[in-house]
């Protein structure tokens, strides 16, 4: 498997665009997760699906973020409008179980940037 | 207070050094994490872990639940290891997720 493939792997904009993120999960894993990672937060969990159903999603800071997932292999979070102040890198992970002792697969992230 | 703290913050140590990074939490946990990012960004799932000990080559982590606390050692220390090293607890629950420490900025000098 290739592992968890994110799109793009870097994205400038400006304010006030419209960012979408891709994420395509290792293929039989039911979890997956979305996070941020700035400098001064560290990592955040934004959202998780189990089987394409979003569980929680009290992670995610505002209404201008939204995720879905339509299918079992592919996943967007997506920003509008967006802010400078959502330049961070986002991460997409997945696994098989949520509760059990599994690992989770990140994905390379992908580095958004607002002007 | 976050529920999740990790010291010391940034750690330098000559190659061969025996390393020990800590992580302590304020929740009941059902497991914990350990997550290597490289300087490129890519993270790595190092160990998951709700009890006892885990061995992976060089690489040890402990967890005293009763304690909460979990230590991340590295025997033999190489340049290579130079990476952050962030501590996250999966909290109780069916639905429970992630909360994520700081994470340790280590760097190894050959």
């Known amino acids: 498997d290739a592992g968890v493939i994110q799109s793009p792997r870097h994205e400038v904009t400006e304010m006030g665009q419209e960012v979408t993120l891709r994420c395509k999960p290792i293929s039989g894993h039911d979890y997956l997760f979305w996070y941020r990672q700035t400098m001064m937060r560290g990592l955040e969990l934004l959202i998780y699906?189990?089987?394409?159903?979003?569980?929680?999603d009290s992670g995610m800071p505002e209404d201008r973020f939204s995720a879905k997932m339509p299918n079992a292999s592919f996943s967007t979070l997506k920003i509008q409008p967006s802010e400078p102040r959502d330049s961070a890198v986002y991460f997409c992970a997945s696994s098989f179980s949520l509760a059990g002792l599994n690992e989770q697969f990140f994905g390379p992230g992908t580095r958004l940037t607002v002007l | 207070k976050n529920e999740v703290e990790q010291s010391p913050q940034n750690l330098t140590a000559q190659e061969g050094e025996f390393i020990t990074i800590n992580c302590s939490y304020s929740?009941?946990?059902?497991?914990l994490h350990w997550l290597q990012q490289h300087p490129g960004g890519g993270i790595v799932s190092l160990f998951m872990l709700s009890s006892g000990k885990k061995k992976h080559g060089r690489l040890i982590a402990t967890i005293n639940i009763q304690e909460k606390h979990s230590s991340l050692h590295i025997t033999a220390s190489h340049p290579r290891d130079s990476a952050v090293y962030i501590c996250a607890v999966l909290g109780l629950g069916a639905n429970s997720k992630l909360t994520f420490g700081k994470g340790i900025t280590l760097s190894v000098r050959p």
């Open positions: 929740v009941g946990i059902s497991a």
């Open positions: 699906f189990n089987n394409n159903v979003p569980i929680d």
